[in-house]
């Protein structure tokens, strides 16, 4: 038998795997799935924010020439004829009358009609064409979500800035809240609901401007009609024309009660999010565990009698380890010095198909890949001969990964169809990005989860020792709350899809069972006691 082992945090398939059409979902670009693309989006808000700047500049300066001649123009007021009659008849007074609108009232009614700022203003459409869709508004919307409930955050704390006791210098709006309030309707999580609605009315909305107060207006009397709707059709009826209309025209506090009123109403009705193993991981309240140690490694080949590593036992029974700081900030930052444009990676084929991350392929052999494979031959004895691509991957705020096994599955026998090299023995993650609140490792069924300390490597078996499944290596990853997450795949050529992947904080790497058959040959099952 053999074994191998291959780095997975994070299963992600890429675009490049299915044939579609250029148009569907796959082959649009999504910012809300990484922190690199919201930088992307901060960026464009910047320089959004700068040409209005310019272009609101230059209506002010056309309104301040404009109030100059019209300064210039101040006489009393002529009120009766008889005035008017006076004023005209003196010779400096009617030559100055005709000759303003002979020559200079046309100028001026062309300098009003002449648009200005035509260059900022493109800026600003071309800047609003790549603005996020829906789909990104849709899944930032989930990822609050996903925050909230994996770590029971309370709306009213979320809404001033704190976060897991910690404060930030942002709050919420009251559109924010508004969003929110809405999303959680939708999902039929009404008590939220109710909670995000509340955040809202406690929030001055500052509409002191007449678009802001029409957008606010429209905010509320969305969901207020979606709301309404669903009263509507609890009772059997159907929404009409007339009902419609009084939405339309009811004032502001007769929306918010007909919303109150109806959340509260259906608070008995409201879904909630089940208390999972996974979520209790990630709340940090799984029994610590007790007679492990941490120590030098230096055993596994000849080199690490020169240069032992930090080993800390994180599990005897599955075999679980963390090795300190086997990756340095300038190798980091070497690896993510190749990238360029990043593509969508999902989850799998499956629906409902999620994205979680954006991704980006290093095909060349480089010094820095070289190296991480000698590194993880070091750490593990396994034999890392061939080197293909390494695929990068960055997730955004809210980005997680469900309950999976790194082991052959059904879904990834459909995607790895081709291989002959055996399953995947174990895996290894190199925690690669800075993510202060959330994003750790967790092993659900053993009551075990990992923090993401930038420079760590986390290793763990996915087999036993007769090549049998190991169901205990069942992992997932909590939400990042706060951070970025970096994480990446490594493959040698044992894997006919040949896929590597650098995500969620870390760069992992498989290994397959045929290429180490007499560096870890198939023995009996050994059962600890």
Known sequence: MSSVLRVSVLFILVHSVFSMDSNDLFFKKYYSSSVSGLVKLLKMEQEFMENFSVYANILQKKVDNLNIFLDALKRPNHNTHNER????????????????????????????????????????????????????????????????????????????????????????????????????????????????????????PNGSLEIINKLQEMQLKNFATDVAKRSIYLSNQALTNETNSQLQDAKTKELEQLISSNLKRWIKDSSTTPLTDHNIGCRGLFPRKTNLVCRYNSSTNAFLKLAPLKMEEISRDPYIVMFHEVISDKEIEEMKGDIREMENGWTGLE????????????????????????????????????????????????????????????????????????????????????????????????????????????????????SSPDPRSLHSVCPVIVGSRWSGYYENKFYSSRHNYILLSAITKWLHYAPQLFVKPCSPRVRKE
């Not at 459909?414 to 993650?429: E, H, K, P």
Request: aromatic share 14%; glycine share 6%.
């Open 85 to 204: 009659e006076k004023f005209v008849s003196n010779p400096l007074n009617a030559f100055g009358l005709i000759r303003r609108l002979n020559q200079d009232w046309p100028k001026w009614q062309n300098y009003t009609q002449k648009q200005q700022g035509l260059g900022q203003l493109n800026a600003m459409q071309d800047i609003v064409s790549a603005a996020p869709e829906s789909f990104d508004m849709n899944e930032k919307l989930k990822a609050m979500h996903r925050i909230e409930t994996t770590y029971d955050l309370q709306p009213k704390d979320i809404a001033k800035g704190v976060l897991q006791s910690t404060e930030f210098n942002y709050k919420l709006t009251w559109r924010d809240c508004l969003a929110l309030a809405h999303h959680k309707f939708k999902i039929g999580e009404f008590q939220r609901s109710l909670l995000w609605f509340q955040e809202a009315l406690n929030i001055n």
């Open 351 to 466: 629906d409902p198909k999620e994205i979680v991350s954006s991704v980006y392929w290093i095909r060349e052999e480089t010094s820095f890949s070289k190296r991480i494979n000698q590194r993880i031959s070091d750490m593990t004895g396994f034999k890392l001969e061939e080197f293909v691509a390494i695929q990068l991957a960055n997730f955004g705020v809210g980005g997680y990964f469900k309950p999976h096994f790194d082991y052959y599955t059904e879904r990834l026998r459909g995607v790895d169809a081709n291989n002959t090299l055996g399953d995947r023995i174990a895996s290894i993650i190199f925690y690669a990005g800075e993510v202060s609140q959330g994003g750790q490792t967790v092993f659900p069924d053993l009551k075990v989860v990992v923090e993401p300390k930038r420079g760590n490597a986390l290793f763990w078996f996915n087999k036993l020792d007769d």
